[in-house]
């Protein structure tokens, strides 16, 4: 889980990012983990301005044998990086607004595929409609289904490299990737099993 957080004052505290293993952690009332940040870009901080710059955090107790990770405690991070951290929830908010709004133009384009292969077979249901549709519903199946198993995938090599951090990363990549491949191959296997049953 990615968090922004504030403090109980409504004031920032001096991270503007956690990432949290919701895995992890002392069990609460409700039978489940309480989780754990696992990693924090901050700002400057520290007694004395030990750290009197923008930064990595990572719970050094947690993880101890994998260097990748643990090599990540206090690395100096860009400004460019930290804005980026400081505006995740408002960056997550627009990526959400803006594949909605893909989303609509992706059924926009399917619907008007499949209705011009049904002014191609003579505006009737013929071979070339049948085809399409059958494409367009693989590419929609395979593209929920391969972000799925890729997220999945993802999730479990960025664990592997570097826990907490890696698993967000791989999520999202695997993700992304899963997607579009799950949807090429979605609409290829329907498209082909389409035209097999009208030879």
Not at 3 to 32: A, E, F, M, Q
Request: glycine letters at 18%.
């Amino acid at each position: 889980m990615i968090t922004n957080p504030v403090s109980s004052s409504g004031k920032s505290t001096s991270s503007v990012l956690n990432i949290v293993d919701k895995s992890l952690g002392d069990v609460g009332k409700n039978g489940s983990p309480k989780g754990v940040t696992v990693f924090k870009v901050d700002s400057p901080h520290g007694p004395n301005g030990k750290y009197n710059y923008n930064h990595t955090n990572i719970n050094s107790t947690l993880y101890k044998d994998n260097k990748i990770y643990q090599s990540l405690n206090h690395k100096p991070v860009s400004n460019t990086v930290y804005n980026a951290a400081k505006n995740m929830d408002d960056i997550a908010k627009v990526a959400k607004v803006g594949g909605r709004a893909l989303a609509v133009a992706a059924v926009v384009m399917d619907g008007k595929d499949i209705y011009d292969s049904y002014k191609a077979d003579g505006n009737k249901v013929g071979k070339n409609t049948v085809t399409t549709a059958a494409g367009v519903a693989g590419n929609w199946a395979g593209g929920v289904a391969g972000a799925k198993v890729g997220a999945m995938g993802g999730a479990a090599i960025g664990t592997a490299i570097c826990p907490g951090l890696g698993t967000a990363i791989g999520g999202f990549v695997g993700g992304l990737v899963g997607g579009i491949a799950g949807a090429l191959g979605g609409r290829a296997a329907g498209e082909g099993i389409a035209k097999a049953a009208y030879r």
